[in-house]
Structure formats: C-alpha cells, structure tokens
C-alpha cells in the first residue's frame, strides 16, 4: 500500500497588495477566485505556471531554502492574473499583481 506523503510549508505572515485587497473589497468573485487561488497554493497547486517553475516550487518546499512563486489565471477574466509569492525565508506570503512586482 502506499503511502502518499503530504507536502506542506510555512507561509509566514499572509499579506495582500492594496490593489489585490481592494479588489477583492469590490468584487465579490474576484474574492472568491483569490481565497480560492490561495487554497491550491496551500495545496501545492501552482495554478499556470510552466513544469520546471512547478519543479522548482517543489523543491523549495522539500527544502525550505528557496522563495514559492504561483500564478493563477481566471478563464472568464483574462486582467484576474494572481500571483502568489512566498519568501525565501518563509516570513511572509503575499498576493499580489503581476504588474504590483
């Protein structure tokens, strides 16, 4: 039988750009889409990103030594691109625009 092992890592603390916060103030399904967005990056789903960044995201989750960039994409709004970053150093998560980097 086997066992599937479970990958996790520290967020740090959980921030959001203003213009992401502002945003999902507004915008009840652009809301829904961050929080949702964020629960696959908490589940190591690193939403439209391409296979070696998805290796990388994998390997610093392995090894806590390197930063966990996501990016998350709405199929009905092309302008609703979330990134998802997380430190190095595991003291904070942020999302955010890509154009807010």
């Not at 629960?39 to 390197?66: H, M, T």
């Amino acid at each position: 039988e086997a066992v599937i092992m479970k990958k996790s890592f520290t967020i740090g603390q959980l921030v959001a750009t203003r213009g992401v916060h502002d945003l999902m103030q507004e915008d009840s399904s652009f809301s829904y889409f961050a929080q949702s967005a964020f629960l696959r990056y908490r589940r190591c789903d690193w939403g439209d990103i391409c296979e070696s960044d998805k290796a990388q995201n994998d390997s610093a989750v392995a090894n806590g030594d390197d930063r966990i960039l996501a990016e998350y994409r709405h199929p009905d709004h092309p302008d609703w691109r979330l990134w998802i970053i997380t430190e190095w150093d595991r003291s904070a998560t942020t999302l955010l625009f890509p154009s807010e980097y």
